[in-house]
């Protein structure tokens, strides 16, 4: 089985749900 963590889609989706809860949360993303 491949590991989530270390698949590209895997990555976007992370950074896009970071994202999201900053931005929901009214937070500056931090080192992006």
């Not at 990555?11 to 931090?30: F, M």
Request: net charge positive.
């Amino acid at each position: 089985m491949i590991n989530l963590a270390y698949t590209p889609l895997f990555r976007i989706v992370s950074l896009a749900t970071y994202r999201a809860v900053a931005v929901k949360e009214g937070k500056p993303l931090q080192g992006l």
